[in-house]
């Protein structure tokens, strides 16, 4: 049902990627993108499990491919960019290709590389091999140089156990822009999470790199959000994990319509040669106002992590809506702030529409515009993923997100000149 002064549907054309059609085995979501910076007529983007789309003219029309890898992929997309027209895809492992049946599925985090703008790929690298542990939720950033690759993922000793002596962990490796040998795994969280997957798990890890090689990650754990950072490439970490703020109600939300929902924390770093260069930023959701009313928050540090600011309401609607899997992305070369998420504000139901924040002030103030066409009805029973995406480079913002119309899902982008 439609509320009260709903605003007009979104101007932007809405492009398909990809379409789940008739099958139902692992359909399109959790998309991730990235712009190539030094010419951003190149994008690639991904969904589970092995999906590839690729963009030669920013974005006006586009391939799907499928990606192999002789360590089997297995979702959890993660796609960044490197010089000239390299990009990387991270995923999660299945080597034996029988998934959960196999003692080897999630062994190791993997990472293959593109030289030709999305076309091939190369097997990839293998991150953090343990034959006995479930390696998950992987992110990556290259350095502020481009001659390095951050990794940073969550550790099960086993998935969803519960047994009192196994605990999750945060962990880091590097690899060259080579992408093929990566650093033994570091653990850099200082507190333990449980296996269970849920509020008590340490999760979320994404990396930013700093202007000067710094490296910055938050994550998740019960109802804090915790942040650590290296000096020195990842070698050394702070000895105890600062507290950058609270998610309240914990980082496992529940959302009508949606089979599950986390509002982990996002991190980016400001490069460019603007005024807030070295700023470092934190998005994420919560439900501090409770159950029935979700936002999307945003704090930001300016003394490389040492203080941190209050947590600024990124969506600017009236209080009791749903705003949700919000996504934060730096344009490098303005230092301007671009945040993707669904949002319920204009109906009373579980109609759904994807907004953009746009922040040119350093997250100080927000601009929300609706740019979906049309709004979606999510289906509890289908698993909808666990994240959305959004890039950014030189005015060019590329949002990507999951739609579900009928239980069918869909993956769609639009591209965004600012």
Request: hydrophobic share 35%; glycine share 8%.
């Amino acid at each position: 049902m439609l509320a009260y002064g709903a605003e007009a549907q979104s101007s932007y054309k809405n492009i398909l990627l990809d379409d789940q059609g008739s099958s139902f085995f692992y359909p399109p979501c959790e998309p991730s993108v990235a712009i190539n910076p030094f010419n951003p007529s190149f994008i690639v983007a991904g969904s589970i499990l092995d999906k590839v789309y690729t963009s030669s003219d920013t974005g006006k029309t586009w391939s799907l491919d499928r990606l192999k890898s002789p360590y089997g992929v297995y979702g959890d997309p993660c796609i960044i960019a490197g010089r000239k027209n390299s990009f990387y895809y991270l995923h999660l492992s299945n080597p034996s290709g029988e998934a959960y049946s196999s003692e080897a599925f999630l062994d190791r985090i993997v990472c293959q590389r593109s030289k030709d703008g999305g076309k091939t790929w190369n097997a990839g690298g293998s991150i953090g091999h343990h034959k006995t542990k479930d390696q998950d939720k992987e992110w990556a950033v290259m350095s502020s140089n481009y001659k390095k690759i951050y990794c940073t993922w969550t550790q099960f000793d086993k998935y969803e156990s519960s047994a009192p002596g196994d605990s999750s962990s945060i962990l880091f490796s590097s690899s060259s822009c080579k992408a093929k040998k990566w650093s033994a795994p570091v653990r850099i969280n200082q507190f333990a999470g449980d296996c269970l997957d849920d509020d008590g798990t340490v999760e979320g890890a994404v990396p930013a790199a700093g202007p000067a090689g710094e490296i910055y990650v938050a994550w998740a754990l019960d109802q804090k959000i915790y942040f650590d950072r290296s000096f020195d490439g990842g070698k050394t970490w702070l000895d105890r994990d600062a507290v950058v703020g609270e998610i309240a109600g914990g980082w496992n939300m529940v959302i009508p319509g949606i089979l599950r929902c986390n509002g982990m924390p996002i991190t980016v770093c400001d490069l460019s040669d603007g005024p807030r260069r070295g700023t470092i930023y934190i998005c994420w959701a919560d439900q501090r106002f409770g159950s029935g009313d979700t936002d999307v928050w945003i704090a930001r540090s300016m003394d490389r992590g040492i203080t941190w600011s209050e947590a600024i309401r990124v969506n600017d609607d009236k209080p009791g809506k749903h705003q949700f899997f919000p996504w934060l992305a730096i344009d490098q070369a303005t230092g301007h702030l671009y945040v993707v998420f669904y949002d319920r504000r204009n109906y009373d139901d579980n109609s759904t529409d994807v907004y953009l924040a746009s922040s040119d002030d350093g997250g100080v103030t927000w601009i929300n515009e609706r740019i979906s066409e049309s709004p979606f009805v999510p289906d509890k029973n289908v698993f909808f993923g666990d994240y959305n995406n959004i890039s950014a480079s030189k005015g060019i913002v590329v949002p990507i997100w999951t739609r579900c119309v009928n239980s069918r899902l869909s993956v769609w982008t639009t591209v965004i000149r600012k």
